[in-house]
């Protein structure tokens, strides 16, 4: 069965993803304000940031079977780090990540514009960040592709490697902005026939070795 799916985002890192899916998708990309309240936790920003997303996307397209909007936040000993200002931002944020761990939290937001119905999925994958040297931190920078990048650097940047992959037990694609198997999953609890076989199809695109899908298609994380 083909699931009609309006994924309410421009980022490009997510279209990237879904096209691994081989669903019938259509892209709306959605803005929203994402000025951090007071006192919000991370976890809580990314879903109502996702869910804001969900309901603009729907808004413009209430035929479409189904919504999905994502929203990813990093987060540092419970600070949260959003897209650099600028260059000396991005520098800062990747000095302070610099060899050590921090967390990356996506809300998945699945709406049914027909009936309102909404489902919400969660994931967290601890991020240990290499000890990369600061003169590689700048030629990264030069280069452009932190600066639209929450936490102000992207694990497929493998030029640079900001990531200690060897470390990493966790989802990639999670950190890339779309959890796939989380993706499958509740897709699945929605009535979806899945015939893709995502986890392989991640493991090739990515190049990463997975240890958690088993655990996250079964619901235990």
Not at 61 to 68: K, T
Not at 142 to 171: H, T, W
Not at 180 to 189: F, M, S
Request: one cysteine or more; aromatic letters at 4%; proline letters at 5%.
């Amino acid at each position: 069965m083909t699931c009609m799916l309006l994924l309410a985002s421009a980022s490009p890192r997510r279209r990237e993803l879904i096209e691994l899916t081989d669903w019938d998708v259509e892209i709306c990309p959605v803005s929203v304000d994402e000025i951090v309240q007071i006192d919000e936790r991370a976890e809580a920003l990314a879903i109502r940031l996702a869910r804001a997303k969900a309901r603009a996307a729907a808004d413009e397209c209430p035929a479409c079977e189904l919504v999905l909007a994502a929203d990813t936040v990093v987060v540092d000993g419970g600070t949260i780090l959003g897209k650099p200002l600028d260059a000396i931002d991005a520098e800062r944020m990747l000095l302070i990540l610099r060899g050590r761990e921090h967390e990356v939290i996506t809300a998945l937001v699945f709406l049914k514009p027909a009936s309102g119905e909404e489902m919400v999925e969660t994931c967290k994958t601890v991020v240990p960040m290499r000890a990369y040297d600061k003169g590689a931190l700048q030629a990264y920078i030069a280069g452009g592709s932190p600066l639209d990048k929450a936490g102000a650097y992207g694990i497929q940047d493998r030029e640079f490697n900001p990531v200690e992959l060897s470390q990493m037990q966790g989802c990639f694609a999670n950190v890339m902005g779309l959890p796939l198997c989380h993706l499958q999953r509740a897709l699945g609890r929605l009535g979806h026939d899945l015939t893709a076989d995502l986890p392989t199809r991640c493991k090739a695109y990515t190049g990463y070795d997975c240890s958690v899908y088993q655990e996250i298609l079964r619901g235990k994380l």
